[in-house]
C-alpha cells in the first residue's frame, strides 16, 4: 500500500505518539508499505513553526530521511487537480493531499473526517 501522511499524521510518527492509531502505526511501519510526505506538508508546518504554533523537529528533512519516509514533490499535475475538487474542504494545504492522492493512488493516513467526502482512499490516523 503506498500511504501519504497528513501533517498531523506525520508528526505522531516521528515524536513516536501513541495517539497514531495501532492500525496506521503498523501500516507505516510495514515494509510492504511506502509511506510518503508531502512538500506540502513541510511547508504547512515550515509556516506553523515559524508562527509559534507548532513544535516539530526543527531538522524536518533529516527526521524524513532518517525514518525511511520518502518525499513526494508537488507537481503542476498535482496542482490542477485541486481545479476540480469540490469544495468540501477549503484548507489549501489538505486540498493538495487529497489532489495528489487522487492523482497518485495513495492512501492517506488521516484523522481529518473532511477527507472521506472525496473520492480517495483514507487510513484512519
Do not use: C
Not at 490542477?80 to 469544495?87: I, S
Amino acid at each position: 500500500m503506498r500511504l501519504l501522511l497528513d501533517t498531523h499524521t506525520l508528526i505522531w510518527w516521528l515524536a513516536d505518539d501513541q495517539t497514531l492509531s495501532a492500525e496506521a502505526r503498523g501500516a507505516i511501519g510495514d515494509d510492504r508499505n511506502q509511506p510518503f510526505v508531502s512538500a506540502v506538508t513541510a511547508w504547512e508546518i515550515a509556516i506553523k513553526r515559524a508562527s509559534g504554533k507548532l513544535d516539530s523537529p526543527s531538522d524536518l528533512e533529516a527526521a524524513l530521511d532518517a525514518s525511511g519516509l520518502a518525499q513526494l514533490p508537488i507537481t503542476v499535475e498535482h496542482a490542477l487537480a485541486t481545479e476540480v475538487l469540490p469544495f468540501h474542504h477549503r484548507d489549501p494545504f489538505d486540498r493538495m493531499l487529497i489532489a495528489q492522492a487522487s492523482v497518485e493512488g495513495l492512501t492517506i493516513v488521516t484523522r481529518d473526517a473532511r477527507f472521506a467526502a472525496y473520492r480517495v482512499a483514507v487510513l484512519p490516523a
